[in-house]
């Protein structure tokens, strides 16, 4: 299955509903200006639910690095949500974990951005 | 490798396509060699990551070049070995992505994750031109996941990611 991804605007968030593959490929370029395009609309606070994901390879988990410095660059945030355990195994294992705000519950990851932004 | 072996051999194209294709072969054969659903994936991640190895960093994506892909099951173990066509790379030379200054780069994971997935890596230039990845997975063995794997060294150039 490739790589399906939705956005949505909850309060100051823009909510990113991925299903399928983050593999190597073409969806990984859309992602990535998907990403590109939401930070230079000035949409700086950004979720990435991955809930649906099935698989993630390395360039997938790059991708993701990739937003996150693209977001933190602009002064944005860029966290996750809702990991399966494939997923949240592959982040342990790189590290990844430590750099990643990682949440379960959508609405807590939401107020975490007024925290941050002070909004 | 002995007599007792169940080998399957297929040759590949220098695409994305064959990724999926060499995956899926992966999967197929480590579910019939009796590893749970877990180690499948593993192994399954292994094959992919290998593969897109071969074809991009190995064949650079060379419509002429072909990945070779080899499945023997073992009684204790299944090994696979990658083949490509390509100038060789320095595994001493690949970066460790778990060093505090390379955690956010976008590339350099795939051999890492290779090492965490498989029980065996190893890497050997081939007589004439490309260079062979092997790699092994026992049975019976735990599922902890191995942090940087087993591995050992070679020769070449261009590090692969």
């Known amino acids: 299955m490739s790589m399906k991804a939705k956005t949505r605007r909850i309060d100051s968030v823009t909510v990113i509903d991925i299903s399928g593959r983050i593999t190597l490929g073409d969806d990984l370029a ?6 590109r395009g939401l930070l230079s609309q000035g949409q700086k606070n950004i979720l990435l639910n991955l809930a649906d994901v099935t698989y ?14 693209a977001a933190s660059n602009q002064g944005g945030h860029l966290r996750l949500l809702s990991l399966t355990k494939k997923v949240q195994d592959l982040l342990q294992i790189t590290k990844l974990l430590t750099v990643f705000e990682v949440y379960d ?9 007024s925290k941050a932004t002070g909004a | 490798m002995t007599a007792q072996s169940e080998v399957i051999e297929v040759t590949l194209a220098s695409t994305l396509e064959s990724v999926e294709k060499a995956e899926e072969l992966a999967l197929e054969v480590c579910a019939k060699a009796g590893f749970d659903e877990e180690e499948q994936h593993r192994i399954g991640m292994a094959v992919h990551e290998s593969i897109i190895n071969a074809v991009r960093h190995g064949n650079k994506m ?6 070779g892909l080899q499945f023997f099951t073992l009684p204790d173990r299944v090994e696979i070995r990658i083949r490509d066509q390509g100038a060789g790379f320095d595994l001493s030379a690949v970066p460790d ?13 795939g051999i890492f994750l290779i090492r965490a997935f498989v029980d065996e890596f190893r890497v050997r230039p081939l007589k004439d031109a490309g260079t062979e990845v092997t790699l092994v997975k026992f049975r019976h063995m ?14 070449g150039k261009n590090a692969p990611h």
């Open chain 1, 105 to 113: 519950d959508e609405a807590k990851a939401i107020a975490s951005f």
């Open chain 1, 30 to 35: 859309e992602l990535r200006q998907l990403i």
């Open chain 2, 62 to 67: 060379d419509s002429k070049k072909r990945v």
């Open chain 1, 56 to 69: 993630i390879d390395s360039s997938g988990i790059g991708e993701l690095v990739s937003g996150f410095t």
């Open chain 2, 97 to 109: 992505p778990l060093e505090t200054g390379n955690l956010l780069k976008v590339s350099g994971r």
């Open chain 2, 142 to 155: 735990s599922n902890t996941i191995d942090q940087g794997g087993k591995h050992r060294e070679h020769e």
